[in-house]
């Protein structure tokens, strides 16, 4: 009877639906402490895997997660540079670009030698039409591919419907101007700061 007292106030229902609010937002509190580790552990060895990705093989011996620098690259944030070591020696860096294609933003990971020529790029993120943008996945097309090797002022950067050197998406040029774009701006980036990212002290 009392409880049927109870639940006549005015303040019961507020208390209650409080304590299941406060109950709850405890809850997701303690899950979130409870696998912040985990979660961390994960996206490190997703980024430590991109950046072995798109190096050649043995082409680094440090750790290169822990051997990073950031420079002003003329962002809203500074630009989050990853050095390739050999014995001691810088011998290149892994960085993110950002181009703006038919969908939305590309995201690109990009590693360049001390000289400046590219070791390897990767699209990390986009939203581009499944079927014709996304052909800038390696796990879709070997495109991506066609940027090793080439530097800063060894190539016509463009797509060759803009008169360039890099073959176009069927159905999707956009998309692959977007990336050339990205990449040649992220050699113009490590054009402007090779002395800062190749003799820089370590910044982690």
Known sequence: MALENLKEHPLYQPVLLGAVALLASVTLAWVADATREAIGEAEAADLRDSLVEVLPDGFADNNLLADRVEIDAGGEDPLLVYRARQGGTVKGVVFKVVGKGYGGEIVILMAVDKDGGILGVRVLKHTETPGLGDKIEIAKSGWINGFTGKAL?????????????????????????????????GLETFARHKAALLEGERSS
């Not at 797509?159 to 176009?168: A, I, L, N, T």
């Not at 998406?169 to 101007?177: E, F, S, W, Y």
Request: cysteine-free; proline content about 3%; charged content about 20%.
């Open 153 to 185: 002022d060894g190539a016509v950067w463009a797509v060759k419907k803009d008169g360039g050197g890099f073959d176009q998406l069927a159905g999707a040029t956009i998309t692959p101007r977007a990336v050339v774009n990205a990449v040649k701006s």
